[in-house]
């Protein structure tokens, strides 16, 4: 988080300017919240160049509700499968939940371990036409992959999951019929979802449908249906202006975190294979980096001594272990250039011990 | 909100005690976290004696995504009807959703304006045993009614809306099976809801659940099936340690309540009808009181000066108008006294003024 909106945000839970009250006390109805409110949604559409029949809503339950509300709106009672790209552990938590609600067909490339995206001619034969909808994720956070490019045919509406990288770089909402993204990765912090939707969808909502899980209800009431999270969305409104107003736009977030990538890559690429990247080069994600040492017990030490060194947050998912460094809008190049000192120091430490370990094991074996 | 709390909260936003980061960038899995979601519950289940059967879950969508969670959990493929009683604006909204799921029989009071709550012999006739569960709310925040009895009978399993008064008063947990509460109004900020399910209730709930709306996934993985609203439930934790250790538990904090309210109605009642309760005396609500004013233009300038004095939020709900003072638990006794002081000098400044109008229309209906 942004140095300028942590300051700001620990002065309006003492007290809003002007309002004499608290953020944590004021009323989502009060002019102020709607001013918060249309700024936050003013703040996307100039990022991303929006146009009007896209509405913009923050909701809550995070990218996890969308798995669900973007299939009972588009799928429920079709016959014809929407088209689910299975890439790694966040797209296969939206199939599972797509599947609860119509038929479903996987598209996938030829990686075992989600150690690399399907490229475009993997892809080609997969796409069909009669899709309700083709669904994916932009960036897989714990595999560390992401689509440098746009997925799919334009004659099949696209649903893209952008939660870990939304706002990182410019994209062409035209492209897409919904786009959602969790604020805790680039936005803000947890308990606000963005979803960007396409008017025209919201004439497919079954009359059915639970409140909550209505788009109509939250674009037609524009994000307040019901209580929204009052200081999620602020803090949301203030990343959004920050990365406006002081970074600069889309463009220029988009130039730093590709040097930041660069960094760290580079770091990675430079380690003679002492740490050993998850994901294909080709689709490397600006966002996360996951990669392993040569043992386990090297990555337990790695993380013990980052620590001490003031690095946080170094340990990959508990689905794959191993290390994941995440590089998103809020973390700084200096931050980064840290942690790849820190890892130039931590293997001239101990690559030799790992060598000599390796050399002993093979000894062993002979 | 209490200001002790403030000031935790206004520096947790900076930098977390001993954890060197922001409470809005400091993960969901961490051992801090899970300290403050233990601490939590801990404090729930002690203020309110709630035995091990029962679970404490901390939610996103507010009641909103309880009024179908519930009947989505316990009502889809019933026949026997569900028991709502309908007692003003929010239990009319869980109705709305309660018949999207199943079959729902409304009971009611004779009251035809919501002014008074059904009397225990007036609902007696109406229960029926074979009800799979009775839905109430258990105090109306538009309407200041509240009950100050258990409704329903014991055969039949109770489901509770408490968001506008839990933790105002000790109850019962063992005469329900549900009992859900948004944070906004006792316990924290808005994007939080504390669902207290017993344990048995998670075998009613159907496979084909969306995970997000399955209170298996939230109980089983103890509020971190995905990733939750960090901060208000980091605030709703220091609430309720303030209101264990500061106001000392539900039975000091009813009594704060009882004198807080009982100055208020006092106030209404000593004014000879310039101030006009909407609610049946025995019905009052300790949390808001809903009252009228002689003409709409002094209701105005009511609001108008109030805020002159630093008495904000004091506009009735939209769908009632009117005047509604509320009296949540952060509220003190002081801030009562100041609104009885105002209420007191705006009638002797304009209750002679609407006595006059009212003399005059007369005079020329006359």
Known sequence: ?????????????????????????????????????????????????????????????????????????????????????????????????????????????SSLNFGALPSASELESQHHQNAPYLHYVSNETVEGLQFHRTV?????????????????????????????????????????????????????????????????????MRSVYNTPPVFAIYITMLVLRWLRKEIGGLEAMDAMNQAKAAALYSALDASQNFYRGHAAVRDRSLMNAAFRLPTVRLEQSFLEQAKNHGLYGLEGHRSIGGIRASLYNAVTIEAVMNLCAFMENFQQQHGRESELNESASMKAAL
């Open 152 to 220: 799919g045919r334009d004659d099949v509406m696209r649903v893209c999951d952008m939660s870990s990288d939304f706002l990182s770089r410019p994209f062409d909402i035209n492209k897409y019929v919904i786009v959602y993204a969790h604020a805790q990765k680039n936005l803000g912090p947890a308990g606000v979802t963005v979803v960007i939707l396409r008017e025209d969808i919201l004439s497919r909502v079954s009359d059915d449908m639970p409140a909550m899980l209505d788009y109509r209800e939250h674009a037609n």
């Open 1 to 109: 988080m942004p140095e300028s909106v942590l300051r700001e945000a620990s002065q309006a839970v003492t007290e809003v300017a002007g309002e004499g009250v608290s953020i944590l006390g004021i009323s989502h109805r009060s002019s102020w919240f709607r001013n918060v409110l249309d700024e936050a949604e003013e703040n996307i559409r100039g990022l991303l160049s929006i146009p009007p029949e896209y509405r913009i809503m923050f909701l809550q339950g995070g990218a996890t509700l969308q798995f669900s509300m973007v299939p009972m709106t588009l799928l429920r009672g079709r016959s014809d499968p929407a088209e689910y790209l299975h890439t790694g552990y966040w797209s296969g938590k939206s199939i599972t939940e797509a599947r609860r609600e119509g038929p479903v067909r996987i598209l996938k490339g």
